[in-house]
Structures are given as C-alpha cells and as structure tokens.
C-alpha cells in the first residue's frame, strides 16, 4: 500500500491546545503530525512503541524522561517504549511537528 500525504494539506489548530491529525496507520507503524500555535504543549504523554519525532517547521521543546532538549526545523527526538513524553512550541511562530510510532509485539 503506497499513500502519499502533504502536511500543509492536513494543517489544522485548535484554540486549547495542539492538534494531531492521524496520516497514516499500519500493522506496527503510525504516523501522526501535530500542529502547536505559540505557547502550546502536551504532555505527558506515554506511547507503547518507539517513537521518532521530526521537527518540520518552529522549535519544538521536548522533555522525554528526565532529559529536556530544544529543537529547531530538520531535528528529530527519539523517545523508547513507554517513556513519558512533553512536547511545547518554543517559538512565538507555529511548531509543526511529525512521529512516527512503531510497534512490534513478539
């Protein structure tokens, strides 16, 4: 199965907090994007798989565990199995956002 999807065609926000819209799903893969306005965050969040965020556009500051690192447009974060997750627009301009989760259950 091949789909192809354009970020900037899903954009969307809402006024109390980031928006998440769903690209994709397989059998041990999701892809989601997530688009913060200034000043918006989420967290905590906890995901069963590995997850590797892609920060499109902004900065992006994330807290995964312990460890809290700030991100510029072209970083990736990378979070393990169950590991408590924050994520905040760090910039006054949108923060947008993309991760892809993986599972595989033995």
């Known amino acids: 199965m091949v789909r ?3 970020i900037e ?7 109390n907090g980031p928006k998440s819209v769903e690209l994709g799903k397989g059998r041990h893969l999701s892809c989601i994007a997530y688009f913060f306005k200034a000043g918006q965050r989420l967290g ?3 995901r069963s ?6 920060v499109v556009r902004g900065r992006a500051r994330v807290r995964i565990g312990d460890q809290e690192e700030e991100g510029r447009a072209g970083d990736l974060f990378m979070g393990g199995d169950g590991d408590e997750v924050w994520i905040g627009n760090a910039g006054r301009d949108e923060l947008i956002l993309f991760a892809v989760v993986a599972t595989v259950s033995c």
């Open 9 to 15: 065609t899903v954009r969307e926000y809402q006024v």
């Open 49 to 54: 798989g590995d997850t590797l965020m892609y």
């Open 4 to 6: 192809l999807v354009n």
């Open 44 to 46: 905590p969040t906890r």
